[in-house]
């Protein structure tokens, strides 16, 4: 975005370029404003850059007209200091919407002021709200003269719900949260759980205590598999402010799945553990099937059971979110802390999933013929 600001005789040029929708974390201003100290002239120039993203924007020059940022996100602020004198730039953030009250360390790991023409403004998962940023040139020669340019910004949260599905993403509830494992779907059981009805080796499963019981049957052939998925969705935008969701590639979460037991795989990834494994920083690509956009859908599979029913669910956490396809790049933000919600059915969407439960086959005992 550009804005060109001209001498008095030029005056009927301001504003002829106006506002046009960029995104969120790629967009400039560019103002060009004379002011004489003495015989010293000043230009000062202001740019700041905020990356790429399909969110469009507003010019910041007033509250309503912010730039739209995400808690967690990282934004390149720069400002081209005036020309033909040696002076410093310094910057402060304010909470709100004027130069009243300045912005504690918890809205950013940014340490302000800062000095110099150039600094990343980075966020943590606590910002909230509207923000104002003003950028103060001070010539060193005469130090009297001072230029403040100043900045409006507002950070909109955003929040993950993490629910029990289907391959499509749409949830499940009631009654389909309990069907059957793949159990059926296995060959008929000898009495030597090793080999099939015309005698060959069985290949499906292993019996780890060789005694013909099912209880002790582990069906690798075929697995059962459930879906869990993860939805995105945007805080309320105040009214007047100018903000279109971005559509989004992938997430990247830590999951811990939970199983009562025989779990073999969550998202591609082989489980150490058959009752809690957890991936850390695991990348979830958007779910291109589902019904809507920023739906993110994973799968684990378990092994086949016979006579103890499975029960499981997944809990994701420090989500941050990417338009790239893999988890890479810059992350356009992370889910708020005080959006996360482990416990099912209170503030805010969950964070934990419905609990799944993978029906087992009967378990018969073996045939005595006498």
């Known amino acids: 975005m550009k804005q060109k600001f001209t001498t008095e005789k030029n005056k009927y040029l301001e504003n002829k370029n106006k506002s046009e929708n960029k995104t969120m974390f790629n967009f400039k201003i560019s103002c060009l404003m004379k ?71 918890t809205h950013t790991t940014t340490s302000f002021p800062v000095t110099g023409e150039s600094f990343n403004l980075v966020w943590t998962d ?22 403040k340019r100043g ?28 069907s059957c494992s793949r159990a059926n779907e296995y060959a008929v059981f000898m009495n030597d759980l090793g080999v099939f009805i015309d005698g060959s080796e069985r290949t499906t499963g292993t019996d780890s205590d060789d005694n013909g019981s099912l209880t002790n049957y582990i069906g ?28 989004l590639g992938s997430i990247v979460a830590d999951i811990v799945t939970t199983s009562s037991s025989d779990l073999y795989s969550v998202n591609g990834t082989t489980a150490t553990d058959e009752n809690s494994f957890t991936l850390d920083d695991e990348v979830i690509v958007e779910n291109s099937t589902a019904a809507s956009e920023n739906i993110f859908t994973f799968p684990a599979i378990y092994n086949d059971r016979w006579g103890t029913d499975i029960t499981t669910s997944v809990l994701g956490t420090d989500i941050r979110i990417y338009t790239s396809a893999d988890g890479t790049g810059t992350s356009l933000g992370e889910e708020p802390s005080s959006h996360e919600d482990t416990v099912p059915d209170t503030a805010y969407d969950d964070n934990r999933s419905e609990e799944f439960t993978i029906q087992a086959a009967p378990n018969t005992s073996t045939i005595t013929v006498n």
């Open 151 to 178: 900045f409006h910004l507002f950070v909109l949260g955003f929040d993950a719900t993490v629910y029990a599905s289907d391959d499509a993403g749409a949830p499940l509830t009631g009654d389909a949260l309990s």
């Open 35 to 105: 002011k004489q100290f003495i015989s010293l002239m000043m230009v000062l120039a202001m740019v700041i850059l905020a990356g790429t993203s399909a969110m469009a924007q507003n010019d910041g020059d007033i509250p309503t007209q912010p730039a739209v940022h995400l808690p967690g996100s990282t934004h390149p602020v720069s400002i081209t200091a005036g020309t033909g004198t040696a002076s410093n730039v310094s910057w402060t953030l304010y909470a709100g919407t004027d130069a009243t009250t300045v912005a504690d360390g």
């Open 126 to 147: 606590l910002a909230a709200g509207a923000y104002y940023l003003e950028a103060t040139e001070t010539d060193n020669d005469p130090t009297c003269a001072v230029t």
């Open 220 to 247: 690798t052939n075929p697995r059962t598999t459930r879906h869990f998925s993860v939805s995105i969705s945007f805080d309320d935008v105040p009214t007047g402010y100018n903000f279109t969701a971005p559509d």
